[in-house]
């Protein structure tokens, strides 16, 4: 098992791609604390995925907090240490992704964005660090990004730049958290059918332009993140540091 009795953090694990790498890494041997938004809705998801890693055999936490506040990852941390008495690895995986123009982008859903998606990450990447720091013994930082760090969308005018400052976070982190044996990287996920694009790829002229770019000829799935999630977690990739991982299907490579 790659990561046995790692405490690992992910946020926005309630579903998802955080939902998939939460199970990966309950198999792996790691216990777990599910970061959620806190909303009445996604407890019974919450409630149901600690249960599934408990079947596992492994077990977990979870902190109802949003990912845009500065005290969030404090919380997440502290909920590690009272119950897990560590924090080896820290997923930052909570973001939104609400579809807008760029002329009439409403200021609140830009705002909201950029604080859920960078701000609140910078905060709670910085708590896991410290902690990290104080254990002595390194640790996993890993963001996730995505293609959208590298490319532009017309109607993600509000999300991309959040997507690259987070790539640039964990590229900034690896220098100043490496000499700590802290690795930062940042994992790249191409097209995804999960609630963040439902309906978006409901649209099935869309839908079908995505999969004839991506070379494998499928969408990906939750599931296909989740290994290289906990790879970059893991004692494998014990060099790797400031990298970032595209996990896309070869859609990124496609032009023609
Ligand atoms: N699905 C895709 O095609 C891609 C997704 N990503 C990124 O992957 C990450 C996970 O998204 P998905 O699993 O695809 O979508 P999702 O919508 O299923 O999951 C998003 C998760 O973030 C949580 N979340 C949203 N706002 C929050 C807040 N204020 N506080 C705490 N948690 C909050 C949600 O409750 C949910 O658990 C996001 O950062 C997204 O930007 C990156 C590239 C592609
Ligand atoms: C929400 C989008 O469908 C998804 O998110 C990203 O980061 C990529 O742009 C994907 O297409």
Same mark, same amino acid.
């Given at each position: 098992m790659l990561l046995n009795d790692k405490t690992v953090i992910i946020t926005g /694990? &309630?579903? =998802?791609i955080g939902r998939a790498a939460a199970l990966e890494c309950a198999r792996q041997g790691a216990n777990l604390v599910i970061g959620y938004s806190g909303s009445e809705s996604s407890r019974p998801l919450v409630d149901e995925l600690i249960g599934e890693i408990r079947s596992l055999g492994r077990d977990a936490t979870s902190v109802g907090a949003? /990912? =845009?506040?500065?005290d969030t990852g404090d919380k997440l941390v502290d909920a590690a240490v009272s119950h #897990? =008495?560590? $924090?080896d690895v820290f997923v930052n995986n909570a973001g939104i992704c609400p579809f807008h123009g #760029?002329?009439?982008?409403?200021r609140d859903t830009y705002l909201e964005t950029v604080n859920t998606n960078l701000n609140g990450a910078y905060f709670a990447v910085q708590a896991a660090a410290r902690r990290m720091k104080e254990q002595g013994n390194g640790g996993a930082i890993i963001a996730v990004s995505s293609i959208s760090a590298l490319v532009g969308g017309a109607m993600q005018t509000h999300y991309t730049p959040t997507k690259a400052g987070l790539l640039s976070l964990m590229q900034s982190c690896a220098v100043a958290l490496g000499p700590y044996g802290i690795r930062c990287n940042a994992l790249l996920p191409g097209t995804?059918? *999960?609630?963040?694009n439902k309906d978006d790829l409901a649209d099935q002229e869309k839908r079908d332009y995505m999969i004839g770019r991506t070379p494998l000829g499928r969408l990906g799935r939750p599931e296909d993140m989740a290994g290289p999630i906990a790879f970059l977690a &893991?004692?494998? /990739?014990?060099? $790797? *540091?400031g990298a970032s991982l595209l996990v896309d299907g070869g859609m990124f490579v496609n032009l023609q």
């Amino acid at each position: 098992m790659l990561l046995n009795d790692k405490t690992v953090i992910i946020t926005g /694990a &309630s579903r =998802g791609i955080g939902r998939a790498a939460a199970l990966e890494c309950a198999r792996q041997g790691a216990n777990l604390v599910i970061g959620y938004s806190g909303s009445e809705s996604s407890r019974p998801l919450v409630d149901e995925l600690i249960g599934e890693i408990r079947s596992l055999g492994r077990d977990a936490t979870s902190v109802g907090a949003p /990912a =845009g506040d500065p005290d969030t990852g404090d919380k997440l941390v502290d909920a590690a240490v009272s119950h #897990f =008495g560590s $924090v080896d690895v820290f997923v930052n995986n909570a973001g939104i992704c609400p579809f807008h123009g #760029f002329l009439d982008m409403p200021r609140d859903t830009y705002l909201e964005t950029v604080n859920t998606n960078l701000n609140g990450a910078y905060f709670a990447v910085q708590a896991a660090a410290r902690r990290m720091k104080e254990q002595g013994n390194g640790g996993a930082i890993i963001a996730v990004s995505s293609i959208s760090a590298l490319v532009g969308g017309a109607m993600q005018t509000h999300y991309t730049p959040t997507k690259a400052g987070l790539l640039s976070l964990m590229q900034s982190c690896a220098v100043a958290l490496g000499p700590y044996g802290i690795r930062c990287n940042a994992l790249l996920p191409g097209t995804i059918e *999960t609630d963040i694009n439902k309906d978006d790829l409901a649209d099935q002229e869309k839908r079908d332009y995505m999969i004839g770019r991506t070379p494998l000829g499928r969408l990906g799935r939750p599931e296909d993140m989740a290994g290289p999630i906990a790879f970059l977690a &893991s004692d494998m /990739a014990a060099y $790797v *540091t400031g990298a970032s991982l595209l996990v896309d299907g070869g859609m990124f490579v496609n032009l023609q």
